[in-house]
């Protein structure tokens, strides 16, 4: 028998007896000795062997075999049999093998029904099966009973689902739309779209220059500030700086006719920690309101940087209490939380009640409208005792849509109509409009109300560039579910309506008037008037149905919802000279629950709908930060940048080392991050170091005259030789040179991790003086390049020229700052992202001028010196898990080497704008080929020092040419560098 059926037989045999015997005082003999299967060597096959030896010795010696007993002991015999009748009831009990009872039958006899049916077993084996199912293994496991997808889909069971889910992740009134439709990712505590399913990434471009695309933002964040208008602006000017632009106590944002944007920080800390970008709104003043009355104020965040800012503002107000009286009403509780509402415990099951007569009526499941995750006992109003400020958060109490293209207005204007005034009480429903008749027997209210419709008719002539940023147009339009068309469409400017008359002018040049910019929104008793008595959509149809001709326009009259609503423009383009004002359009605020009966509107009309993937496009076209990615000094950009380089080290990790990039080998230090505190601590210090100017140009020199070698010969041999042999050379070349160079870079490691630990009390910061960057803006153009504009702001005697002088007060002032920049490639290449941003040779510069085929140099490949260490160090786990390595040893060895991955540089990172062969200035946020600039563009940080010093040096016709590196490839690119401003 072979080793492998040995093995099987031994499998099979160990829950088999033993070979039973019953012991007798003379020993066994052969009378008295039975047997059974079992082991490999039985006392059967010794009987048989025995018999074979007498056997042959009585053929040989002819003696006489031996005869049978003449007598058995009756004790003994019985004793014995026992035994055996017992071990084979055992043997029958016990199985042989792991398989189940009705697989232990041959194939032709097992049916699909014995598995789950005991009688439909052979009855020899069905005692066994019943033991077999009673053992808590092979129980079935309780499934939760679930009715059929009939009473699944069913509205109440559908609303009662979805509520469940809401508990978790945040779903906006658009989710279920967005969720047929998108990719949905979850972010921030919301679920949200991210890209189409369909193919429509040029359309949704198309779309944001041409017609219409719409967003929804109601993730944004609401912050209301309620108190005396010089407490408010006393406590908020402490959290910002005038140096950065407009702050709260703009002149043009106070009256509450503009919108205002600026960047937060903590008390009295800039210009470092920042908090975030926040835009805000004033609520509008009448003329008959004092000043010394409580202003209201709106301040719209990220959701990544809402507690940050949360947290500040309630220390800066010094709100120690939370205010109980002005916590909104709890949202409606899950169908499981039976204590707080008569909802049934199973979904699928309705909710019922008792009515007076006794008799349960089913009580219809409420649908969640709002923040489905709010706690009903946390509180989410602050008040001060000290100034009086209340601040109350309204996430998601607020909805917030975005329409972005040429096109916005005409979307608007015909999706919406404005409301028509009534003055008397209808008999029908007088819920639905009390409000509105008591606002328009006000006489005052009635005529702003009639001049915002006539401004409102004004906007479908003009294009959402041609109104001045920020502008707030209130207004209080009728149910658009009523204008509703039969077919989506395309809507269109009319020429007619565009008339050029003193009013139009106006509206262009000073924007809406104040008092325009009204809107009831603000009041929150008729925001929840209007959340409560919105119009069911099965009573709308109910009345669409028993019109007499079927299609036509539905009137309800006085009995139609007035939504008050709040009309934002958002800018479009403002910095630089080409596209101006493109991406501009209008922000709606609309009351929570009028979700959906706006977004089928717009669409309707022809606008696109895009998600997350095209709101970073958009901000990568117009050129400005992106939140949160371009916040790397907030620690929600902190966070977020922790979080992208965790996913793309998984995703690294996940392929085998043969199917990605080396990186090592590549010269790149962080492909899944940006290390801006490690490069503006070695700026930091190659600025002292160097001691002035002078011992930066001589620093610059010589990493031209060493680094020429990796960029070509010179041009006289570069003339008689071929690239093929000059790359070939190069790399020999540099070869020993770059083993002596990474050496070094090793050996500086340790100090340079020293050296952090005495720096980490000073964080970077980004440079967002207007002042300052007007001047880095004008000193990164070239000589050839300048215009009007440009020559008009040298001559202003503010400006100053880039020196010696300008660049130590620079120095001195921000040591350790970084500065927003875009990159537009001269040639072809698309950047990425963690794309370097490098600084070119002189002799970079002269190849591009001498040959047009010249797109940039390349970087000779590094050796990877941790290449030995990484097998090393899994050779040692190896031994490890093997135990061939003694406990006192193999901790310390593996703990030495735990951090290495193959292809990846380890900590502590070496000097970083001195690795590779040109000097690194920064790195790429957002990059990818615009369809806006028909090249490659690119969005990033570099630092300030590193850019005044590149600036400084370089030629004046030149001045702002840069090179990129991708993480994963050896070219660099020649890209133009702008600051926008």
Request: include cysteine.
């Amino acid at each position: 028998m072979s080793k492998a059926k040995e093995k099987k037989r031994a499998k099979k045999m160990k829950n088999q007896p033993s070979s039973v015997t019953y012991p007798s005082d003379s020993g066994p003999s052969h009378s008295e000795t039975y047997f059974q299967n079992g082991g490999d060597k039985t006392f059967q096959r010794k009987k048989k062997d025995t018999h074979f030896e007498t056997s042959q010795q009585s053929f040989t010696h002819q003696k006489p075999f031996h005869e049978m007993p003449k007598y058995v002991t009756v004790s003994p015999f019985v004793q014995a049999r026992a035994a055996e009748m017992k071990a084979m009831l055992k043997a029958v009990t016990q199985k042989s093998s792991n398989t189940l009872v009705f697989q232990s039958l041959p194939r032709h006899m097992r049916r699909r029904a014995m598995s789950h049916n005991i009688k439909r077993l052979p009855r020899r084996l069905r005692e066994l099966a019943r033991i077999e199912t009673e053992k808590p293994e092979h129980q079935k496991k309780d499934l939760p009973k679930s009715k059929c997808r009939k009473a699944r889909r069913r509205r109440t069971n559908l609303v009662a689902e979805f509520n469940r889910r809401q508990k978790k992740n945040i779903w906006l009134e658009t989710h279920i739309w967005h969720a047929k439709r998108f990719h949905m990712v979850k972010k921030w505590g919301y679920c949200l779209g991210d890209r189409p399913t369909t193919k429509c990434y040029r359309a949704c471009y198309r779309a944001m220059t041409n017609h219409c695309l719409l967003q929804d933002l109601s993730y944004y964040c609401c912050l209301e500030l309620v108190g005396k208008e010089e407490e408010l602006l006393t406590a908020l000017a402490r959290m910002c700086n005038v140096d950065t632009g407009p702050t709260f106590a703009a002149i043009s944002c106070l009256p509450g006719k503009r919108q205002g944007s600026l960047t937060l920080y903590r008390i009295d800390k800039y210009p470092e920690e920042a908090l975030g970008p926040v835009t805000f709104i004033w609520k509008p003043t009448n003329k008959s309101d004092d000043s010394s009355q409580s202003r209201q104020l709106w301040i719209w965040t990220h959701p990544a940087f809402k507690k940050d800012i949360l947290e500040e503002l309630k220390t800066v107000f010094q709100c120690s209490e939370p205010m109980v009286t002005c916590n909104p009403e709890p949202v409606p509780t899950l169908p499981l939380e039976e204590t707080k509402m008569y909802v049934a415990e199973n979904i699928g099951q309705k909710r019922k009640r008792k009515s007076q007569g006794g008799e349960t009526v089913a009580v219809p499941v409420k649908k969640i409208i709002g923040d489905g995750t709010r706690d009903s006992h946390q509180p989410y109003c602050w008040t001060s005792h000290t100034t009086g400020v209340v601040i109350s958060d309204l996430t998601m109490e607020i909805l917030r849509y975005r329409l972005i293209g040429p096109l916005s207005h005409c979307v608007l204007t015909e999706a919406l109509k404005v409301a028509s005034l009534h003055t008397e009480m209808d008999s029908g429903n007088s819920e639905i409009t009390s409000w509105w008749i008591e606002k328009c027997r006000n006489s005052d209210q009635a005529s702003v109300h009639l001049r915002q419709e006539a401004t409102f008719e004004l906007l479908q002539g003009l294009s959402p560039s041609d109104i001045p940023s920020g502008s707030v147009l209130g207004l209080t339009v009728g149910d658009p579910r009523v204008n509703l068309p039969k077919k989506r469409s395309k809507s269109m400017p009319h020429p007619e309506k565009y008339q050029e008359n003193q009013e139009m002018k106006q509206l262009i040049l000073g924007g809406v008037p104040a008092e325009c910019a009204q809107s009831f929104l603000w009041d929150q008793n008729i925001r929840k008037s209007v959340t409560d008595t919105k119009m069911p959509e099965q009573e709308l149809n109910l009345r669409r149905s028993e019109l007499l001709v079927p299609g036509s326009h539905l009137d309800l009259g006085p009995q139609e919802s007035k939504i008050p609503v709040l009309l934002v423009q958002h800018p479009g383009k403002i910095a630089g000279e080409d596209r101006p004002g493109w991406g501009s359009g209008w922000d709606i605020y609309l009351p929570k629950g009028w979700g959906m009966a706006f977004w089928l509107p717009f669409i309707y009309q022809g606008a696109r709908i895009g998600g997350l993937r095209e709101a970073l496009k958009h901000s990568l076209y117009k050129r400005t930060p992106h939140v949160p990615h371009d916040y790397p000094d907030c620690p929600a950009g902190a966070q977020f940048a922790k979080e992208l380089e965790s996913n793309l080290l998984e995703k690294f990790k996940r392929r085998p080392p043969a199917k990605r990039a080396n990186y090592v080998k590549h010269g790149t230090l962080a492909p899944f991050s940006c290390p801006w505190s490690k490069l503006t601590q070695d700026w930091e210090a190659r600025s002292k170091n160097t001691k002035g100017i002078d011992a930066a140009t001589i620093d610059n020199k010589a990493c031209a005259s060493g680094e020429q070698i990796s960029c070509g010969l010179s041009s006289e041999s570069h003339a008689e030789e071929s690239p093929v042999m000059d790359a070939l050379d190069q790399q020999r070349e540099m070869s020993s040179q770059n083993m002596e160079i990474e050496e070094k870079e090793e050996e500086k490691a340790t100090n340079v991790g020293k050296i952090e630990e005495g720096t980490l009390g000073h964080s970077f910061c980004v440079l967002r003086s207007k002042k300052l960057l007007k001047q880095v803006a004008i000193w990164c153009q070239p000589t050839s390049r300048k215009n009007r504009r440009i020559q008009h702001l040298l001559s202003n005697a503010d400006q100053k020229e880039l020196n010696e002088d300008a660049l130590l007060s620079t120095y001195q002032r921000y040591p350790r700052a970084v500065v927003w920049i875009s990159l537009s490639l001269l040639k072809k290449g698309s950047p990425e992202l963690h794309t370097m941003i490098c600084i070119p040779t002189e002799e970079d510069l002269s190849q591009l001028d001498k040959s047009q085929h010249f797109f940039g140099p390349q970087e000779p490949k590094h050796s990877d010196r941790f290449k030995g260490k990484v097998s090393k160090q899994k050779g040692i786990k190896k031994r490890v898990n093997s135990k061939k390595v003694t406990e006192s040893s193999a901790p310390d060895t593996v703990n030495e080497h735990q951090d290495l991955v193959l292809g990846l540089w380890p900590e502590p990172l070496p000097d970083v704008p001195s690795h590779c062969s040109r000097v690194l200035l920064g790195f790429v946020t957002q990059g990818d080929f615009s369809l806006a600039s028909g090249c490659g563009e690119a969005l990033g940080f570099v630092s300030l020092a590193g850019l005044l010093e590149m600036l400084m040096f370089q030629p004046a016709s030149k001045r702002g040419l840069v090179l990129l590196r991708n993480p994963g490839s050896l070219q660099y690119r020649f890209a133009r560098l702008t600051v926008e401003v």
